[in-house]
């Protein structure tokens, strides 16, 4: 298996945080030398370990951010 490299470009924002000190965070990551894209996962405290995930284009991220608009303002969808 070849080895990933990935840069976090900017960080966006933490959604929640385990005892252990993983945290689950939205930043942009460019990966293997490409363009960054959005990207949601767990990290370790240091950054050198990682779940799997999901990447998102910004035009993925803006109909996530749509969808979610929508389910929160519909009190049936909670």
Known sequence: MS???????????????????????????????????FDLREWSPNHEKMSKGITLTREEAAAVAECLKKAFADPAST
Request: net charge positive.
């Open 3 to 37: 080895d990933i490299s990935f840069e976090i470009t900017k960080h966006c924002g933490v959604i929640s945080e385990e005892k252990s000190g993983w945290r689950k965070e939205l930043n942009m990551v460019a990966w293997n030398g490409r363009a960054p894209k």
